[in-house]
C-alpha cells in the first residue's frame, strides 16, 4: 500500500513538471532588461501568474488547451500567444515594448512623372522615367509629346526632320545640354533630335526664361537639360523593342555594371530602320523617308574619397533616302530625291575635386565632338562639317554661412565650322574664352540668384550677359518666381533653316552676319492645393523676350531672304496649367498656352508664320491598383497659324485648327513591359502638303509650308525587359 501511494505521488509530480510552461519576460527601451510582477494569464481557463524578479515564471497548462496567454505589465504594451499541447515542453522568451512608443506608421508616396520643382529657384520643369514612358518615346523628338512647355514641329514633308520650340521660338534658341555639358550646337541642331533614344534618358528638366550663367551664353528661350540613366542605378540589363505600321523597328539596349567601390560604368546601344514606303496623302511622295539609325554611347564613373570623374564616348550615323516614290540613291531616273547623312563622334568627360573646407569644390567639364553633315535636297546640295571643342571650370564655395554661396569659373570654346550650299559658303574659326561669377542668397523665404558673364568673341569682341533670378515663398503652398537676363548666339543661318531647301525659292545670304542678341523677363506663380483630398497644382507664367538683333529668314515672295533686324523682333509667351489626381491612380494635366510671334516680314511687322497662337493640351493616365495596368492618352488642339504670302500684298491666309490625339496601354508582367498605342489617332492630314508635287523642279515646287501632320493614324507596339538592379 505504501509502494503503490509512493508511486502515484511520483506520477503526479512527473505529469505535473510535463505540464508547465517555462519562460522569462523583458522590457525594450533604451536597455532590455527584466520585468517583475508582469502578469500571464490564460484567458480561457482563468490560470495566471506572476513574473519574479529576474522576469522568469512557470505555469501549469490545463487540459483544455488550446488557449489564448495574455503578458502585460505597467507602462508596457501587452502581448498575445496562443499555446497549445505541443508548447508543454518549451521556454518561452517575451519582450514587451514601452507603450510611449508610436505605432507602426507606413508612408507611401508616388512620384509624379511631371512636376514643378519647388526648391530651385528658376522654373523647372522635371520629367521622369514614368513619364517618358506614357509614349513610345523612340527618340529625344517624341519624349516631349507629354509636354505642354516644348513644341516639336515637322520642318518639311520631305525629309521628315523635327525641331523643338519653346515660348514660339525656334529650337536654337534654346540652349540644350547632356548632364550639363553643351548638346546639339551647330551641325547637329536640325537633325540631332533623332540620335537620342528616349530609353537612355531618366529624366529631363526644362527650364523657362534664361538660365544660369555658368551654363553658357546661348540660353535666349531656356534651357533643356538629358540626365542619362547613371551607372550605379540603372538596370542590370534592359531591351527594348518597337515596330509600329508605318514600317518602323528600333531595338534599344541599356546595361550597367558596378566593377567595384569607385568604378561603374554603362553602355547603351540603338538601332533602328524605316523599312516601308508609304504615300497616305497621294502626293506621289514618300510620307516619311526610308533609312537608318545606329548610335552608341559608353560611360564611366568613377568615385573616390577626395575626387570624383565621369568620362565617355558617344557616336552615331542616321541615313536617311526620301523624296519621290521609287527614288533610290544612283539612279533617281529623274525623280527628285531627299538624301541626308550624318555623322557624328563625341567625347565628354566631368571631373570633381573635394577641397578641405566643407561645402566647397572644383569642377571641371570638357567635351569635344567632330561632325559631318550631307544633304540633297532634288538638284540643292548642302554640305557641313565641323569641330568642336568646350572646357568649363567652376569653383564653388561660400562665405559667412552657406545663405551665402558664390560660383566662378572660366570657360572657352573653339568651332572650326565648315558649310556650303549650292554655290554659297559660309566658313569659320570661333574662340570664344570667358568667365562667370554668380552669388546665391537662401533666405527664410526669399532665395536670389544673381549673375553674370562676359565672353569675347574672337569675330565679334566682348560681350556681357548679366542675369537674375529669384524665388519668394508667399506661403506653404505658395511659390513666386522672376527671371532677366540677356543672352546671345552666333547664328548658322545654313544649318538652321536646312529644310528650306525643300523648296524652289532661292536664297538670298545676309549682307553681314552678326550675333544675335536677345533680353527676356518673366516669372511664374505655382500653387499647390488639394481636391476632394487628392494633391493639385497650378502654374501661370508670362515671358517676354526682346531681341536687340535677330536674323530674321523672310519667306513672303519668290526668294528667300535672311535679313538682320534691330529692335523689330519679340516674343511673348503667356501659360497655364493645372495638374490634379481624380483618384489616387488617375492623374490628369489641362494647359493653355498663347504665343504672340512678332517680327517684321516682307516689310509689315507681322506673327511669324507655321506658330499658332493658341494651344489647348490635356494629358491623363491611370495605372490599377495592382499596377499591372496603365492607360495614357493626350490630346492636343492647335489654333491658326499664319502662311507665309507670295507678295506683302497678298491676302493673310492661315492654317486650320486641329486637334492631335495620342493613347497607349502597358501591361506589365514581372520583368516584361508589353505596350501598344496610338498617334493621331484622330486621323487628321494637313491637304496639299507639298505645293506643285507633280513638278518638283518647277519654280513654284515648295515642301516647307508644313503647319501639321503629314501622316494619318500610326499604330505600334513595343516591349520591354528589364532586370533591375538591387537596392
Given amino acids: 500500500m505504501k509502494k503503490i501511494a509512493i508511486m502515484l505521488l511520483f506520477l503526479a509530480l512527473v505529469s505535473k513538471a510535463h505540464s508547465q510552461l517555462k519562460g522569462v519576460v523583458l ?323 566631368k571631373t570633381g575635386f573635394f577641397l578641405k573646407k566643407p561645402q566647397t569644390s572644383l569642377g571641371i567639364v570638357y567635351n569635344a565632338k567632330y561632325q ?73 523665404r526669399l532665395t536670389t540668384v544673381i549673375g553674370a558673364r562676359g565672353d569675347y568673341h574672337n569675330l565679334y569682341g566682348f560681350q556681357f550677359s548679366p542675369r537674375v533670378h529669384s524665388k519668394y515663398t508667399l506661403t506653404e503652398k505658395t511659390d513666386l518666381r522672376f527671371t532677366a537676363g540677356k543672352g546671345w548666339r552666333v547664328p548658322n543661318y545654313m544649318i538652321d533653316n536646312i529644310s528650306l531647301l525643300a523648296t524652289s525659292s532661292p536664297w538670298v545670304a545676309p549682307s553681314e552676319l552678326k550675333p544675335e542678341i536677345s533680353w527676356n523677363i518673366g516669372g511664374s506663380l505655382v500653387q499647390e492645393f488639394k481636391v476632394f483630398k487628392q494633391k493639385a497644382s497650378i502654374s501661370i507664367d508670362f515671358y517676354h523676350t526682346y531681341f536687340e538683333n535677330q536674323l530674321i529668314v523672310d519667306r513672303e515672295g519668290y526668294q528667300t531672304f535672311f535679313n538682320n533686324q534691330k529692335g523689330q523682333s519679340y516674343s511673348n509667351s503667356f501659360q497655364t496649367e493645372l495638374s490634379f489626381n481624380i483618384l489616387k491612380n488617375w492623374d490628369m494635366r489641362i494647359a493653355y498656352k498663347f504665343l504672340d510671334v512678332i517680327a517684321k516680314y516682307g516689310g509689315t511687322s507681322q506673327q511669324q508664320v507655321m506658330i499658332p497662337r493658341h494651344r489647348g493640351f490635356l494629358n491623363t493616365g491611370y495605372i490599377t491598383r495592382n499596377k499591372r495596368w496603365e492607360f495614357n492618352a493626350t490630346i492636343s488642339v492647335f489654333g491658326e497659324s499664319r502662311l507665309p504670302g507670295i507678295s506683302p500684298t497678298d491676302a493673310v491666309f492661315y492654317s486650320e485648327i486641329y486637334p492631335i490625339l495620342n493613347a497607349q496601354i502597358t501591361h506589365v508582367y514581372k520583368k516584361w513591359d508589353f505596350y501598344i498605342g496610338g498617334e493621331n489617332l484622330t486621323n487628321y492630314k494637313q491637304k496639299n502638303a507639298i505645293i506643285d508635287a507633280q513638278n518638283p523642279f518647277g519654280n513654284a515646287f515648295d515642301a516647307t509650308q508644313i503647319w501639321g501632320p503629314v501622316m494619318g493614324i500610326n499604330v505600334y507596339a513595343g516591349l520591354r525587359y528589364s532586370i533591375k538592379r538591387k537596392k
Fill in 27 to 349: 522590457g525594450a527601451g533604451e536597455k532590455t532588461r527584466a520585468l517583475y510582477g508582469a502578469k500571464i494569464k490564460l484567458l480561457k481557463s482563468k490560470i495566471g501568474v506572476v513574473s519574479g524578479e529576474d522576469g522568469t515564471f512557470e505555469l501549469t497548462l490545463p487540459k483544455d488547451l488550446p488557449d489564448t496567454m495574455v503578458i502585460s505589465a505597467m507602462g508596457y504594451n501587452s502581448d498575445t500567444i496562443i499555446v497549445d499541447k505541443n508548447d508543454r515542453f518549451i521556454s518561452l522568451k517575451v519582450t514587451l515594448y514601452s507603450d510611449q512608443l508610436l505605432k507602426e506608421v507606413i508612408v507611401e508616396h508616388k512620384r509624379a512623372g511631371h512636376s514643378i520643382s519647388r526648391l530651385k529657384t528658376l522654373h523647372v520643369e522635371e520629367i521622369n522615367e514614368n513619364e517618358l514612358r506614357k509614349a513610345a518615346c523612340c527618340n529625344l523628338s517624341e519624349s516631349f509629346e507629354t509636354n505642354a512647355s516644348v513644341d516639336v514641329n515637322i520642318t518639311d514633308a520631305v525629309s521628315g526632320a523635327k525641331k523643338i520650340q519653346m515660348m514660339g521660338l525656334d529650337g536654337v534658341y534654346t540652349q540644350i545640354q547632356l548632364e550639363n555639358i553643351p548638346y546639339l550646337r551647330g551641325l547637329e541642331s536640325s537633325y540631332g533630335l533623332n540620335s537620342m533614344p528616349g530609353t537612355w534618358i531618366e529624366s529631363i528638366q526644362i527650364t523657362k526664361g534664361t538660365g544660369n550663367v555658368v551654363n553658357g551664353y546661348e540660353s535666349m528661350a531656356g534651357l533643356v537639360n538629358l540626365e542619362l540613366k547613371k551607372p550605379t542605378e540603372m538596370e542590370r540589363l534592359f531591351v527594348n523593342a518597337y515596330g509600329s505600321i508605318f514600317g518602323r523597328a528600333e531595338l534599344n539596349l541599356n546595361a550597367g555594371h558596378i566593377l567595384n567601390e569607385k568604378w561603374s560604368t554603362g553602355w547603351f546601344a540603338h538601332a533602328s530602320g524605316m523599312f516601308g514606303e508609304m504615300d497616305n496623302n497621294n502626293d506621289g511622295f514618300r510620307d516619311v523617308p526610308k533609312g537608318n539609325n545606329l548610335a552608341f554611347l559608353n560611360r564611366w564613373n568613377f568615385q573616390g574619397k577626395k575626387m570624383e570623374a565621369q568620362f565617355g564616348v558617344n557616336t552615331y550615323m542616321d541615313v536617311k533616302n526620301g523624296g519621290q516614290m521609287g527614288y533610290e540613291r544612283g539612279s533617281s531616273l529623274g525623280k527628285y530625291g531627299v538624301q541626308l547623312d550624318s555623322k557624328h563622334l563625341g567625347a565628354f568627360a
Fill in 372 to 444: 559631318v553633315v550631307d544633304a540633297l535636297f532634288g538638284n540643292r546640295q548642302f554640305k557641313g562639317e565641323e569641330k568642336r571643342a568646350y572646357v568649363n571650370a567652376i569653383y564653388d564655395d561660400y562665405f559667412g554661412t552657406t545663405d551665402h554661396k558664390i560660383k566662378v569659373g572660366m570657360s572657352a570654346v573653339y568651332v572650326d565650322m565648315q558649310q556650303a550650299v549650292d554655290t554659297m559658303e559660309n566658313n569659320r574659326i570661333e574662340i570664344v574664352p570667358g568667365a562667370f561669377a554668380e552669388y546665391t542668397f537662401t533666405g527664410m
